[in-house]
């Protein structure tokens, strides 16, 4: 028997001072077997960064040919399309195809470097994508923050993530390795 999805309720309050964006948002979370607290926060973080009335999440790890999230417009053509990992060049290549602007946000710590110093050179080539690298102490610390029922405030100003929940505060301060296919 497959195992269930596991549930988790979040309400996110954003302060985007980057894009004068102020919303509150009531998400549900469905968390794969497989899928760490960590991954499930680092997509949480990455909703926060691009959040919008048409930005959701997708099937994600239940299916290849989706992002972890994606914003669709009204025609459904992607918008924005938002993968976390260590993707294959095959899988960006067949992103920035599909989406008018694709976001990698990279995790991992020494993985990450190691992954990135491989595909780098590969990536140049595509316009519309920026490569996002994550600090692995800073996901370590959002995993801690997990929990079935969240009420998060977030901040985001000169790029860097605030991210409370009452009784924990992290900053996350993600380094662009790409943006829109110039090397950071």
């Known amino acids: ?28 979370i469905a968390r ?14 990455a909703y926060a960064c691009h959040a919008s009335e048409s ?11 989706e992002p972890d999230l994606w914003q669709k417009s009204l025609s459904d053509e992607v918008e924005v399309w938002i993968d976390l990992g260590l993707p294959d060049e095959k899988r960006i290549r067949k992103a920035c195809g599909r989406a008018a602007s694709v976001w990698i946000y990279s995790y991992g710590g020494r993985t990450a470097d190691i992954w990135w110093q491989q595909i780098r050179n590969k990536l140049t080539r595509f316009e519309n994508l920026t490569v996002i690298n994550l600090p692995e102490s800073a996901t370590d610390e959002l995993a801690d923050m997990a929990e079935r029922t969240m009420q998060l405030q977030c901040m985001i100003q000169d790029g860097a993530v605030s991210i409370s929940n009452g009784r924990q505060h ?13 090397m950071a």
């Open 1 to 28: 028997m497959a195992l269930k999805a596991t549930i988790f309720k979040a309400t996110l309050n954003i302060a985007d001072l980057d894009r004068n964006y102020y919303q509150d948002h009531s998400l549900t």
């Open 32 to 45: 794969h077997p497989s899928e760490t607290d960590a991954r499930m926060m680092i997509r949480l973080l």
């Open 55 to 65: 930005l959701s999440f997708t099937k994600g790890l239940s299916t290849d040919s």
């Open 170 to 182: 992290i900053t996350v301060e993600p380094q662009q390795w790409l943006l829109s296919g110039v």
